[in-house]
């Protein structure tokens, strides 16, 4: 907002025949940083991709990221999902009243934990989570100069600092997502029990009525995809963090901002490619 | 420090995997060691079924629909797994068949005898038996198909409605309206009369009542009178009882023969007077005709006026001779 004024500020001083011009130098340099960003996140990517031969180098710390990132995690995932699944079927039986069988309540909890509240909701959480930890860690790191110490000893920072961190969100973050996904249909399927007026019989009925094992899967490999997102982003932001403890802090904010942005360009980009691809 | 953290996350990892696939499992209800028997079944088209959906014998959950594929010979074929311990009805046949009105199907497993009476159903299922292990199957009408014949229907029902309305003017609901006031006080003219007259039939069956009563008197009587006879035949009574009747009999015998005589001279002066009468009538009927001499007399009218013409010319004549005796008599001696 604050750039696009300046900018208008900026074209409206110019005047005259120069205003054209001006117009789309303006627009031209808006459009190029934007594909520099998406080409250094690209050229990062394959960078992280390449560092990930170098095993002896982020062996030793993967387990320590997944426990950091992963089972660190596990709390609030299951705690999202424990109240998600719980309002969801108290949502469902109140949309349902009359019109629809209340059994269908379970298939609502069902798919739709299942299918993308779990997934998007788990992710969203761990982008704050885990995003501004990375972002915070890592640019902590850059302005105090131990990446460059690091560089200096002979160490990727890249095989030391962001390929245990990708590989750990892409592999606990399904963990995480799965965890979510049994405690919040379990949740709802309580809550359908205790709160409504719903069988146990009749809950897991319409769970199982549309239930498909495709729904799992699409769930994990989303949350797989958001893990692999979130942490690339963290780590980006962080190692190009600059200008000491503000900086930091921007990096963090950025980190989080871009990653919440990305679960949900991601989870469109997955809905349109399997779920729509899926159907036809 | 590193091995308790690839403790921590193995075991984390593991407890999520085995619960996820746990839950998958159960769920969608798998059959780990094969503890189902599979049945398949062979269908022209399967409609809405889709995989996972239930089966069910004699409106008892007894298993899913796994597996729907295309098959030789147009057919498709439909692989269900059922619990061990459900028996098959003799004679199976499957019918795929929505089970509520939002989407769902289901496959009805149940006996050739307990079909429903649909030609449709008949056929398909006569058209797909026959095939070895495979049951032959029929698939119902989704509600879709069935709402739009009901739409079908309506939209004929709306037409008819239409003509009605068309049919159904003013002067027809005012002849209606006229019709029911006048049934109004028809009904109430009866239910008047049927008033009047309870009195009368209050009446009729009082007087039925005691003539009933009167007969019951009169049987009294009679019973009384028969115990009598049966008790003067005993004294001899009835012999002169008897005796006096076949006399009066006699008298009567008599008196009858006499009147038959009578009758027959009375009979023959009868004939006597018709023919009379006939007679005369004949003769009037002549005289009314202008028939004789006498009809001539009593029907011409210028007979009449000649007489009397004459009758005057003869007063003239007489009177002249009176008056002028010479001019008619003449004496002449020599």
Redesign the interface.
């Known amino acids: 907002m604050t750039n696009a004024s300046s900018v208008l500020q900026e074209v409206a001083l110019q005047g005259g025949r120069e205003l054209p011009l001006r117009v789309l130098s303006v627009l031209g340099g808006a459009t190029r940083r934007a594909l520099e960003g998406i080409g250094e996140l690209a050229r990062f990517t394959v960078r992280t991709a390449e560092s990930v031969r170098d095993i002896r180098t982020w062996g ?1 710390s993967a ?2 990221q ?2 950091r990132l ?2 660190g995690s ?1 709390p609030i995932g299951v705690f999202i999902a424990l109240f998600t699944g719980i309002v969801l079927s108290l949502l469902a039986s109140y949309s349902f009243t009359g019109a ?2 209340l059994y ?1 309540v379970g298939t609502l909890v ?1 798919k739709t934990i299942t299918l993308e509240l779990a997934p998007v909701l788990t992710g969203l959480a761990l982008a704050g989570r885990v995003g501004a930890n990375i972002a915070a860690e890592l640019g902590t790191m850059r302005v105090t100069e131990q990446i460059d110490a690091l560089e200096t000893l002979g160490y990727d920072p890249h095989a030391y600092l962001v390929v245990p961190r990708v590989l750990a969100g892409i ?2 973050f399904p ?1 995480v997502v ?2 979510a ?2 405690m919040g ?1 379990a949740s709802g399927w309580v809550a359908s029990i205790g709160l409504l007026d719903i069988s146990s019989a009749e809950f897991v009925k319409g ?7 495709f729904d ?1 899967r699409y769930g994990l490999v989303k949350a797989s995809s958001f893990g692999f997102m979130v942490t690339l982003i963290g780590s980006v932001r962080g190692l190009r963090a600059g200008g000491g403890a503000e900086g930091v802090g921007r990096a963090a904010t950025d980190a989080v901002v871009y990653s919440a942005v990305m679960i949900l360009v991601l989870d469109a980009f997955w809905a349109i490619i399997w779920l729509l691809g899926s159907q036809r | 420090m590193k091995r308790t953290n690839d403790y921590f996350v193995g075991v984390v990892v593991l407890l999520v995997i085995l619960t996820l696939t746990g839950a998958t499992l159960w769920v969608k209800q798998t059959d780990i060691g094969e503890r189902r028997s599979k049945v398949v079944a062979r269908f022209r088209d399967v409609g809405n079924a889709r995989v996972g959906n239930a089966v069910v014998i004699r409106g008892v959950r007894a298993g899913t629909i796994e597996a729907i594929e295309l098959a030789r010979g147009g057919w498709v074929h439909v692989r269900m797994t059922l619990d061990r311990s459900m028996q098959l009805p003799g004679t199976p046949v499957v019918l795929l068949n929505e089970s509520s009105l939002f989407g769902e199907w289901q496959a009805t497993i149940t006996q050739r005898s307990a079909l429903p009476h649909d030609e449709t159903v008949q056929a398909q299922i006569a058209e797909s038996s026959g095939g070895d292990d495979v049951l032959p199957g029929a698939t119902l009408p989704d509600i879709a198909k069935l709402t739009a014949v009901a739409g079908q229907i309506a939209g004929d029902v709306a037409n008819v409605a239409g003509r009605v309305e068309v049919a159904f003017d003013e002067r027809a609901a005012r002849e209606l309206r006229s019709s029911i006031r006048n049934f109004a006080d028809l009904s109430t003219t009866l239910s008047h009369t049927v008033s009047a007259h309870a009195g009368d039939l209050d009446t009729l069956s009082r007087g039925l009542q005691s003539a009933v009563s009167s007969l019951n008197r009169t049987a009294l009587s009679a019973a009384q009178i028969a115990a009598r006879v049966d008790s003067s035949s005993t004294t001899g009574e009835i012999r002169q009882i008897v005796d006096d009747m076949a006399h009066a009999a006699a008298e009567l015998r008599r008196g009858s023969a006499q009147i038959r005589l009578m009758s027959e001279q009375l009979s023959r002066t009868q004939g006597r007077l018709d023919s009379f009468l006939t007679n005369g009538d004949s003769v009037l009927v002549k005289l009314n005709s202008g028939q004789g001499s006498l009809g001539l007399l009593l029907n011409d009218p210028s007979l009449y006026r000649n007489s009397d013409s004459l009758l005057t010319q003869l007063r003239g004549l007489v009177t002249e001779v009176r008056t002028n005796p010479k001019k008619f008599v003449s004496v002449r001696i020599f």
Request: hydrophobic share 70%; net charge positive; charged share 10%.
């Open positions: 030793p387990t320590l997944m426990r992963g089972v596990l629809v069988p269908f069902e592999v606990m963990v799965g965890a996904m049994v249909v769970m199982r009525l549309f239930f498909s094992a799992v």
